[in-house]
């Protein structure tokens, strides 16, 4: 499970909270102003051993093959991979905190459709 990819049980910051939208209702994609250096700092600092590029790439995989309903929000934080802001780290966090609640949405493919 993806959730458990990111979050193991001994995780210091713990499990995403549910949530039940897949964005915050607030996020905004903007570009960071602050240096690349000294927002590694402040996220790496908040939220250690959470590589945000591989979590979005891995929600994105997900997001094409079967959840078409976490697409928006997914796009919007591959916007930012070079350079999260906190912003993108809590709209990450919430995202996993829907896909935690609504494990069982998906899309199915059938080879019959009669």
């Known amino acids: 499970m993806i959730i458990r990819k990111f979050f193991p049980?001994?995780?210091p910051y713990g499990m995403p909270?549910?949530?039940?939208?897949p964005a915050p209702l607030n996020?905004?994609?903007?570009?960071?102003i602050i240096s690349l250096k000294e927002q590694k700092l402040i996220t790496d600092s908040k939220y250690p051993n959470i590589s945000y590029i591989s979590a979005v790439c891995t929600i994105l995989y997900l997001a094409l093959g079967t959840r078409s309903d976490i697409t928006w929000i997914?796009?919007?934080?591959?916007?930012?991979?070079?350079?999260p802001r906190e912003e993108d780290y809590k709209a990450l966090l919430?995202?996993?905190?829907?896909?935690?609640?609504?494990?069982?949405?998906?899309?199915?493919?059938?080879?019959?459709t009669t």
Not at 74 to 83: D, F, G, Q, R, Y
Not at 94 to 112: E, Q
């Open 9 to 11: 049980e001994d995780a």
């Open 17 to 21: 909270q549910f949530q039940s939208s």
């Open 27 to 32: 996020y905004q994609a903007k570009k960071n």
């Open 74 to 83: 997914v796009m919007k934080l591959a916007k930012s991979c070079i350079n």
């Open 94 to 112: 919430h995202l996993l905190g829907y896909l935690r609640k609504y494990t069982y949405y998906d899309i199915k493919y059938y080879s019959d």
